[in-house]
């Protein structure tokens, strides 16, 4: 029974340095990203390099190519939310178009089904398809938040409701409690992006 016990705090305490730093990281660039903050972008870059260790690791090969694509989104990310604006101004918060909305359902849907089966078939990946809906999950709320649509931050919900069991199942503990972290950030996110929101609408209305 001790023996059970003290098991199970040394993995919940971090089973690698590799993990915490990741964790830290990861932590860090969310609530930067609530604070509209363009540092979120090269702390995800840092955090999302040391995830692709940490997932191979765990035979999640979904959310190892995920990581790689953060990358790559957060050096787009970053240069959108500076010039991204109209005559490359600076984004501001705003509502995801109805056509973006049809375009992140029918891509989830797809991607989820299409390389569940891949995974399935042809990998010796644990949990196929709830990797792959997480991945596609994330694609869609990572696309949305570096063009600053205000419900990323819905989608990112979603995702972290079902990240925190799966990384709990894997022994990840660390990770597990991140994502559930993740989701508290993820409504404050939502409430502060709403506020931005509302004042940029109230700043321009004048004008037109």
């Not at 069991?165 to 409430?191: D, F, Q």
């Amino acid at each position: 029974m001790l023996h059970s016990l003290y098991e199970f705090w040394t993995s919940a305490a971090g089973g690698t340095p590799l993990e915490w730093v990741a964790v830290i990281t990861g932590f860090a660039c969310v609530w930067l990203a609530a604070r509209e903050s363009l540092w979120n972008f090269p702390t995800a870059i840092v955090s999302c390099g040391l995830y692709i260790f940490v997932y191979y690791g765990q035979q999640l090969y979904a959310d190892c190519l995920l990581q790689g694509f953060f990358i790559a989104m957060g050096l787009y990310g970053w240069y959108e939310w500076q010039y991204g604006g109209a005559r490359h101004s600076a984004l501001v918060v705003s509502r995801t178009r109805p056509w973006e909305w049809l375009v992140v359902v029918v891509g989830v849907v797809l991607f989820t089904s299409g390389f569940g089966y891949y995974l399935k078939h042809y990998t010796n990946d644990s949990l196929p398809y709830w990797d792959s809906f997480t991945t596609a999950g994330s694609l869609a709320a990572q696309y949305l938040l570096t063009r600053k649509r205000l419900e990323n931050w819905l989608l990112w919900v979603l995702v972290d409701l079902v990240y925190v069991p799966i990384l709990w199942h894997k022994h990840l503990y660390p990770s597990s409690g991140l994502y559930a972290v993740y989701l508290v950030l993820a409504v404050y996110g939502y409430v502060e992006w709403r506020r931005a929101a509302r004042a940029a609408i109230a700043t321009t209305s004048p004008a037109a």
